[in-house]
């Protein structure tokens, strides 16, 4: 898979290593790893990564045979990034971004929509 992150900031972001996590009705059924990166000033970056899915929490829930019948399955994301925020080279700061984001899988399209949110915390 492909996450984007969007940095509209005047900062640049340089995160560690950490683990984003995929909920099904508020069960974890996914870990996802996310390596060290760099999101630039005003830019975007393109992180290519895995799901690691536990399938058996997925389709042992009691939500998934009706989800399959609807062919929608709600699904929610969430990660924690630690790192540091610097401002023009030379203001450096701790920063954690909070990121949740609600994915809708559409299984007669193969599609999926997304919306996430994110907040910075210095």
Request: proline share 3%; with cysteine.
């Amino acid at each position: 898979m492909v996450i984007t992150i969007s940095n509209p900031n005047y900062g640049s972001f340089k995160f560690k290593n950490t683990k984003a996590f995929i909920s099904y009705h508020g069960e974890n059924v996914a870990e996802v790893p996310i390596g060290p990166e760099l999101v630039p000033a005003r830019g975007k970056l393109n992180i290519r990564t895995y799901a690691s899915v536990t399938a058996d929490k997925l389709v042992l829930n009691h939500h998934f045979l009706k989800d399959l019948v609807t062919g929608r399955f709600d699904l929610t994301s969430t990660a924690t990034l630690h790192g540091k925020v610097s401002v023009l080279k030379v203001f450096k700061l701790r920063a954690q971004v909070y990121s949740t984001c609600d994915i809708t899988i559409v299984v007669r399209t193969q599609g999926l929509e997304s919306e996430c949110e994110s907040r910075i915390k210095l």
